[in-house]
């Protein structure tokens, strides 16, 4: 039986939340039925930290590899360029770049029965693709069109030619259906999700070294503040400290993740009189282990597609804090049915939340339970037979 071909298109591949997903796709698709191939819009070099994970039967090929044409996209990843290399990069590589990705999509599009973008950023080059097309939207679509306008419609108008556009929660759904009503038909949701034993497996891993050996709550997300928001916890840490009784043993705070802002946030540690009790791991490739020992995870973000660390620390039967931001926490937590929801940006009430995981064993054993019980709701396997299902007309 002939195997169907299946194009995943991602415009880089990094260390975040999108990636991570992907790489639960492509390990999680039966390779003796299907044959995948990974496009990957500019090469990143070692900040590929992910690609070994990637299966061996799986085919991965870059749109733009040559090292003139990717150097900056690279630099701009750990440092902020300065505005002459911006100005260069933007106006004169950025269209030689598109052009040779353009090209190599065309032969890599003529060799597959179906395309998946999964960061919703070919939706111009494939404007007249003959195969049928999935677009993933891993955002908050009205948070975006808060944001960034004009970027964010020309999204949404571009794939308008997909056959679907998989929105990653019922909220987003929502949201698309009445802000887009014209792609109410196209819109379908698909749950991030994860291999419930390949990821106990993976738990069960040794601690990384600089892990401390006494109690921690741990939190997982890439050092970039216009969304993360580590400031806001950091603070937060600082009130629970304040807070603990005396005879109350303070749990360290771990922030595992790396970005261009973590040396502010390490020198904010300082300021705050915290930076013995804070550990700064920076990119670990698998957080499964750290996760699952923690006595809970928090998740600061302002704003939020889905929240894939929740839903992996849910698995891992740990009790999970979130910011009920824009869009995914609420409904992942059922609005704080399977876990602590509280206000974006607000130092005092993640403080109160901190203060509960921290001292009060009873309340961390019942938000246990109840998120492994939601986390079983997030199966890849369901997520990939959704995806791999027969398109609408």
Not at 59 to 66: E, I
Not at 300 to 326: H, N, Q, W
Request: aromatic share 6%; proline share 6%.
């Amino acid at each position: 039986m002939k195997k169907r071909r299946l194009l995943f298109l991602i415009s880089r591949f990094l260390d975040g939340g999108i990636d991570t997903i992907l790489v639960e796709y492509l390990r999680n698709i039966d390779l003796a039925k299907f044959e995948v191939t990974l496009a990957i819009g500019i090469k990143m070099e070692g900040l590929e930290v992910h690609l070994p994970k990637i299966p061996a039967g799986v085919k991965v090929v870059y749109l733009n590899d040559a090292p003139a044409l990717t150097r900056w996209r690279r630099e701009k990843i750990s440092r902020r360029l300065p505005l002459h290399i911006k100005i260069y990069d933007e106006l004169l590589l950025n269209p030689m770049r598109s052009a040779v990705a353009s090209r190599r999509l065309r032969r890599l599009v003529e060799n597959c029965d179906e395309v998946i973008d999964f960061d919703a950023t070919f939706y111009t080059a494939l404007r007249n693709c003959p195969r049928p097309v999935t677009g993933f939207y891993h955002f908050s679509i009205e948070e975006n069109l808060r944001r960034s306008p004009r970027h964010t419609r020309r999204q949404m108008e571009g794939m308008a030619r997909y056959s679907r556009i998989a929105l990653i929660s019922d909220i987003m759904v929502e949201e698309g259906k009445r802000l887009f009503p014209s792609l109410t038909d196209k819109f379908v949701r698909i749950y991030n999700g994860y291999n419930f034993d390949e990821l106990r497996r993976r738990a069960e891993a040794p601690l990384p070294h600089m892990i401390p050996t006494t109690p921690y709550i741990v939190s997982v997300a890439r050092m970039e503040e216009s969304q993360k928001d580590n400031t806001t916890l950091l603070k937060a840490y600082r009130l629970m400290l304040d807070r603990l009784p005396a005879t109350a043993t303070a749990p360290h705070l771990v922030l595992v993740g790396e970005g261009r802002d973590r040396m502010a946030l390490q020198q904010l540690a300082t300021d705050l009189g915290i930076a013995q009790h804070t550990t700064f791991t920076g990119f670990i490739t698998d957080a499964a282990p750290v996760i699952g020992r923690s006595l809970g995870l928090v998740l600061s973000s302002k704003y939020e597609g889905f929240g894939l660390v929740l839903v992996e620390a849910m698995i891992l039967g740990r009790p999970v804090i979130a910011t009920d931001c824009p869009s995914g926490p609420a409904e992942i937590l059922q609005n704080g049915k399977a876990g602590l929801l509280v206000p974006p940006s607000d130092a005092e009430a993640l403080a109160d939340t901190l203060t509960v995981i921290a001292t009060d064993p009873d309340a961390r054993r019942h938000l246990a339970e109840v998120a492994t019980a939601r986390g079983a709701d997030f199966d890849i396997h369901n997520s990939v037979n959704q995806l791999l299902s027969p398109h609408r007309p």
